[in-house]
């Protein structure tokens, strides 16, 4: 039944509405884990942007799976399949249906269309930290529709597929190890191996895991009052409490946390930055913004205007400067799931 909700949830959205999100422009072999956010509806590899469409502009007009260059000056069609948690390594794009019978399904297709594969009858749910999936080696992670959010892996021949842990509502897999929340009633953070060896609890308070880095992870705990984002490092020593805005995502890159506050339908969403001690909080953008990830040089991220409630795709550099704007029209974008 979980299942159903959640798929039957993203088509209710995506006739709703068409807008957008955006992954990541450098191509780091798959093993990188902001390859792809949000759901996944889109992601960024070279001079390509690949997304699912919903296309009514004429009756001849094809919805799917398409790859738009980042200026817009060319659209083709990969896939008639419409779906979510895209993400893309090297010539493969990996992704999880979405389709009104539910027959959902994990695929992947090569980025000229052809070779599309069927990995596992399963599906990919949602996470809490909007990761509920992730390519790394050989193997693609996420959290399993038929199996109550327990995580899984399928090897990206199709050829295995394994579970790991029970009832996880957000992980995040880096150097060997995944982080993640289990528990849906009082969440705690553990870590295990890859491939669920080692597995134990990594804090004994709650916390939601929002995101890991090179030397930290970030959560937030429900139960606490206040703005406080929490970071420890990564073997959960020297817990510390950030205030910040009240915020629905983040990402660490480079000695910063960059963020967008909490949604608000009367007040615009915008990016701040602070360093990861609490000090020397900025504003980077007045885009009213959806979604971020941190490339190597760039920040993406979706803004809205809301007199036209149309979507864009940009990117800035990290300190906000040289704001570029990504005209790929029709990708889809999720809110408030």
Known sequence: MKRNKIFLMALAIILAAALVNCGKAEDNGGSNPDATVNLGAAAVQGEWVYHFKMDRSSAEAVSGLYKTRLDNSESILVSKDLGLFLT?????????????????????VKTDGSGRTQLTD???????????????????????????????????????EESLAESVMAFYVQDGWIYYTGGLEAPKLYKMKTDGSENGQLLDENGILLDVSEEAICFWD????GNWIKRAD?????????????????KEKDGWI????????????????????GSGKEKL??????????????????????????????????DGSGTENFKAEGILVFLNW
């Open 258 to 277: 960059y963020y967008i506050t909490e949604p608000d339908p009367d007040a615009d969403n915008q990016i701040y930055r602070v360093k990861t001690d």
């Open 222 to 225: 429900e139960y606490e009052s």
């Open 122 to 160: 399963d599906a990919v749910l949602y996470s809490m930290s909007g990761k509920g999936f992730q390519l790394n080696g050989d193997w693609f992670y996420y959290l399993s529709a038929d199996d109550e959010r327990a995580l899984h892996r399928v090897k990206t021949d199709g050829s295995a």
């Open 285 to 318: 953008t007045d885009d009213d913004s959806f979604f971020l990830t941190a490339g190597e040089d760039w920040i993406y991220y979706i803004s809205m205007d809301r007199d036209t409630g149309a979507f864009w795709l940009n990117r800035m550099k990290q």
């Open 234 to 250: 990564l073997d959960g020593s020297d817990v510390e409490k950030l205030e910040l805005d009240s915020i629905y995502l983040l």
């Open 88 to 108: 893309v390594e090297g010539d493969w794009i990996y992704y999880s249906t979405v389709t009104p019978d539910d027959t959902d399904s994990i695929y992947k």
